[in-house]
């Protein structure tokens, strides 16, 4: 009997409402975001060594131009126009994903005596890719090949955090996994299609580190 009632509920409208309906199945989990997406915020991933690097970067850029006009150098500064211009950037700094020619700027000197004030190097390789986290600045060629993610910040700057790659080494670890390879860097639009990635306080030879992009083509 106890059987027969329990059946006898279910064939109720509310009783098959309350008691018989079965658990719905779960959601599916959401869609990944789409390519280029920035799923995190840089900072909460920044360590504090680099939280401070960036902080002071407008103290990196005062001490290196002083340094690059007061010492002795290599190359030709006078010919870099905007990509020594501290509040050179302009707006649309997202740049297109590509290969780019590259060229590294050191200005400054961490030496006591006997310093570089700046060094002019050539054109080497690098690229902006799509990845799932977003896009990632990567320096192909050369013997220092820093990488690392780019995330937004306003529309004239993006932050990348990243590493260092030195010499015959494989591509630079993700953040974080190295410290005195850690690098924060900060990205800008300086002309049509120019951009130039200001790195503040590296961590050898110079106090600023400007790596001018041009797309490749």
Known sequence: MRQFARFALCLTPLAAAA????????????????????????????????????QRQDAAWDLALDQSRRLEGSGDLSRLGDLIVPDAARPGVRPPVGDYRCRTVKLGSQAE?????????????????????????????????????????????????????????????SYGQTPDRDMVAVLERIGEARWRLAIPWPHNESNLDLIELVPAG
């Open 19 to 54: 008691a018989c309906a079965t658990t719905p199945p779960a959601p599916p989990p959401p869609p990944p975001g789409p390519v280029g997406e920035t799923l995190m915020d840089w900072r909460g991933i920044i360590t504090a060594t680099d939280r401070d690097r960036h």
């Open 113 to 173: 005596t006997g310093g570089l004030g700046y060094v002019v190097y050539g054109w080497f390789a690098c690229r902006i890719e799509d990845t799932p986290r977003g896009l990632k600045f990567v320096k192909v060629t050369g013997s220092q090949r820093p990488s690392g993610l780019l995330f937004p910040e306003d529309d004239r700057e993006m932050v990348m955090l990243g590493s260092m790659a030195l010499g015959a080494e494989p591509p630079a670890n």
